[in-house]
């Protein structure tokens, strides 16, 4: 697990914004199974800024594509210090079509760096989030770049998994409202597309995945 201290987190571009949320956190390793939940929300002022949606529709699943890679270290901070990329943190959470919260839950993220470039020899821009008490997750990341796919762009997208115990896994990608790239994607789902803002020089969005009760 990456030494998240508050020296090291300063660099990453969040300022103010990750030391609020980090507050006194420890930095202490845990075993890869353990499942501590890697969320940053440390306090109900830092609660994502969207109203929490309950809906009695699972998220749409989405094509896996051929870049992911088993065994992401468990961490909610994907980028580094020297990363290119504009800043992007990405909030939300885990419930069931009945608006209960799924704790202890794994979120496992691929994507592209902000080139477009996927890492397929280590695992630079992977990572596996896990859920609070409250089904929250909180990732720190960059927004990801386009990539050819044949002779078209695919929009920019971030790829999930998310596995909780006693339901199905849920396969499936985000996408970025206002995407030149979104309208005529032979793969996008319009549901999967976010809402984002700047705030405080980092895109913000928000998604709450729900899964099947
Ligand atoms: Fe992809």
């Not at 980028?79 to 943190?89: F, I, K, N």
Request: glycine residues 8%; contains cysteine.
């Amino acid at each position: 697990m990456r030494d998240l201290t508050r020296r090291s987190l300063l660099g990453l571009g969040f300022g103010s914004l990750v030391l609020a949320a980090c507050g006194s956190r420890s930095s202490t390793a845990a075993p890869r199974d353990a499942l501590v939940p890697t969320t940053h929300i440390d306090d109900e002022d830092d609660l994502p800024p969207v109203p929490m949606t309950c809906t009695a529709v699972g998220t749409a699943a989405n094509i896996e594509g051929p870049f992911y890679k088993r065994g992401a270290p468990h961490r909610s901070v994907l980028v580094d210090r020297s990363d290119a990329g504009e800043r992007l943190r990405l909030t939300g959470v885990l419930q069931t079509t009945r608006c209960e919260p799924i704790g202890g839950a794994t979120i496992d993220v691929w994507q592209a760096n902000a080139a477009g470039d996927y890492d397929n020899d280590t695992y630079r821009f992977r990572g596996v989030l896990v859920t609070d008490k409250k089904g929250r997750y909180d990732l720190r990341t960059v927004v990801p770049g386009r990539y050819l796919n044949g002779a078209r762009y695919r929009p920019a997208h971030i790829h999930i998994k998310v596995r909780a115990a006693g339901f199905s896994t849920l396969t499936t990608q985000l996408y970025f409202a206002g995407d030149p790239y979104n309208d005529g994607d032979p793969f996008i789902d319009d549901s999967l597309i976010m809402q984002h803002a700047v705030e405080n020089e980092i895109r913000r969005a928000r998604f709450d995945f729900v899964l099947p009760a």
